[in-house]
């Protein structure tokens, strides 16, 4: 699931970096974001949700963007010069130095794309599970409860309508690292309105939420569930600062320990919003469910592993064939040239 062309186009000059693993397109990027931020510009980084160490991608001040454009996340110029506009590192790479070691790139890259094959289909299959997981529990979920609760909390902080803005801001990834959340939310938030997932609740808490705020034309950022897209895990109230994010208990617990964000948290437990006389009943079918599910996912995670360990050795061969000096050069004509 791509979702560049939604952040990504709405800016009116986009920047696209062409050049291989390891030639530099992050740090040229984080080299031109300090300098903007130096200048005293409003930037947003986006972080790789394969290795979030690594930018993806920069805005600054909603008007000029710099986006990773190779594999795996590719972002393919439509109107190039016009909106888009190329920058290609791999000028300053030695073909030469490539050349001999083309035999072991093709491996290592055949082994990183299987491996992003597996990960994927163990992806969907836990997406599926996701699915009768639902539908186990769904019977006996409390619609209108939630959408009382949903009513009163808007209602309470004041949410007020907009223009209907909704720009995608991720906080939850399944990549290298394993599973990883970024703190965008948190940061961002007057207040945290903590939802504690029981039995994938929290997905249909956001569901309803989401319709409240599309109805009052709330200007919102949206965090999209890493397994199920069809779902968010995070709604930010853009005006207000009022944040709704999706917690497991643990979770949950460190937020609480958190100085600086336990006086601003509110938790909801997902689990009031369920029947528990019928939830009794297919309780132990959805935790066999859960358990297949929890193992499909570390399958998942381990094939991100593998996938770290061919990109990184790939990232050596090109670093060793880059002119690193004449690249920064570069960055630094580049950064004389954009305006911000």
């Known amino acids: 699931m791509s979702y560049y062309p939604q952040i990504f186009d709405k800016i009116p000059t986009v920047y696209v970096i062409k050049g291989g693993p390891g030639t530099g397109k992050n740090r040229m990027m984080d080299v031109v974001a300090k300098k903007a931020v130096s200048d005293g510009a409003d930037v947003e980084y986006f972080y790789c949700s394969s290795d979030p160490a690594s930018l993806d991608g920069i805005i600054i001040n909603s008007s000029v963007a710099m986006a990773d454009g190779t594999a795996p996340h590719v972002y393919e110029p439509l109107t190039v010069g016009a ?3 190329i920058l290609n590192i791999g000028q300053f790479w030695d073909n ?6 083309r035999d072991i790139i093709e491996y290592l890259c055949m082994r ?3 491996s992003f094959s597996r990960a994927y289909d163990l992806l ?4 599926k599970i996701e699915s009768i997981k639902k539908s186990v529990v769904f019977p006996y979920i409390n619609y209108e409860k939630i959408g009382a ?6 209602t309470e902080e004041l949410l007020p309508s907009g223009e209907g803005i909704e ?18 939310y948190e940061m961002l938030a007057s207040r945290i309105y903590c939802i504690v997932d029981f039995a994938g609740i929290a997905g249909e808490y956001f569901a309803a939420l989401k319709t409240v705020l599309s109805q009052k034309k709330a200007d919102l950022y949206l965090s999209y569930d890493p397994i199920n897209p ?3 895990d995070a709604i930010c109230e853009r005006s207000t600062r009022c944040t709704f994010c999706k917690y497991t208990k643990d979770e949950q617990t460190k937020l609480l320990d958190n100085e600086e964000l336990c006086e601003r948290i509110c938790s909801i437990n997902t689990q009031k919003f369920i029947d528990y006389k019928g939830w009794r009943f297919v309780r132990d079918e959805w935790s066999r469910l859960d358990k297949l599910q929890e193992e499909i996912m570390s399958m998942a995670e381990d094939e991100m592993r593998k996938i770290s360990n061919y990109h990184f050795a790939v990232e050596e061969i090109y670093s060793a064939a880059m002119d690193f000096t004449a690249k920064e050069a570069f960055t630094e004509e580049f950064i004389k040239k954009i305006s911000y």
């Not at 969907?124 to 997406?127: D, I, Q, R, T, V």
């Open 83 to 85: 909106h888009e506009n």
């Open 96 to 101: 030469s130095v490539l050349q001999r070691q």
């Open 112 to 114: 990183k794309k299987e």
């Open 124 to 127: 969907s299959a836990a997406l």
């Open 149 to 154: 609760s949903v009513e009163r909390i808007c």
């Open 167 to 184: 720009d995608i801001r991720l906080c939850n990834s399944i990549g290298m690292s394993g599973i990883f959340r970024l703190p965008t």
């Open 230 to 232: 069809r779902f968010y």
